[in-house]
């Protein structure tokens, strides 16, 4: 069964400063995965993905993610931080076969302080 | 071209009441797909429809039922609510039946409490 795992609920960066948000992921078969932003009172805003090739993804206001399949993991990450950057990040896995269904991490809080 | 709209925001309802969500996906969007989320579960798939077919659904009672009509458009429907049917419930549109991992795209979701 396909799964991500966000270790951190929280973290913390000063603005200015990079930020890197971890994902993990588990799947059988080719890993489709996915970064998406909610803001307060919000729906889920495309950030970028990964299917195959390059394994750094450029993606929205200015995000990027390494995939790296040796460690299983796909961490987003921005090389200055923005105090609006602060929000729920959400890590996600499509599911086997021909699907939409995303599986979705627990979600990552990013605080980011002026 | 316009998101995903998401129809009504806020929702009300009593325990035993029944409920219908109504959402509009990205024009030229045929897949739907509808999702729970709560502090205690996070996001949870309900079910997806591509042209106007269940093509897969989550783990949840039968009293979450939906439909998808034949210009796209999609209404989730909950019977007998519970008060842990609380949530905000988020439709997701996707251009593709899911063989290409094209992207979803999602609206502001309805807020339903259950008193």
């Known amino acids: 069964a396909q799964s991500v795992a966000q270790p951190e609920d929280q973290v913390n960066v000063a603005e200015g400063n990079p930020l890197t948000v971890k994902c993990t992921y588990s799947v059988s078969g080719n890993p489709y995965l996915f970064w998406y932003v909610q803001y307060p009172n919000r729906g889920l805003q495309f950030l970028l993905k990964?299917?195959?090739?390059?394994?750094l993804v450029k993606g929205s206001y200015g995000f990027e993610a390494e995939f790296n399949k040796s460690q299983t993991s796909f961490h987003l990450k921005k090389p200055s931080a923005l105090v609006s950057d602060s929000a729920l990040y959400f890590c996600?896995?499509?599911?086997?076969?021909?699907?939409?269904?995303?599986?979705f991490g627990t979600g990552t809080l990013l605080a980011v302080q002026p | 071209k316009a998101g995903v709209t998401q129809t009504p925001r806020y929702l009300i309802k009593t325990r035993g009441q029944q409920v219908t969500l109504s959402c509009s996906p990205i024009?030229?969007?045929?897949?739907v797909s509808w999702y729970q989320q709560t502090p205690g579960q996070g996001l949870q798939f309900l079910f997806e429809y591509f042209s106007e077919t269940q093509r897969n659904k989550g783990n949840f009672p039968g009293r979450f039922s939906g439909r998808q009509f034949s210009n796209s458009r999609s209404e989730m429907n909950v019977s007998t609510l519970e008060l842990g049917d609380s949530a905000l419930y988020l439709c997701a549109s996707s251009f593709g039946g899911g063989a290409e991992p094209y992207e979803q795209y999602f609206g502001p979701g309805t807020r339903l409490t259950v008193t």
């Open positions: 990964y299917i195959t090739g390059d394994n």
């Open positions: 024009s030229g969007h045929r897949s």
């Open positions: 996600a896995v499509r599911d086997g076969g021909a699907t939409n269904k995303l599986i």
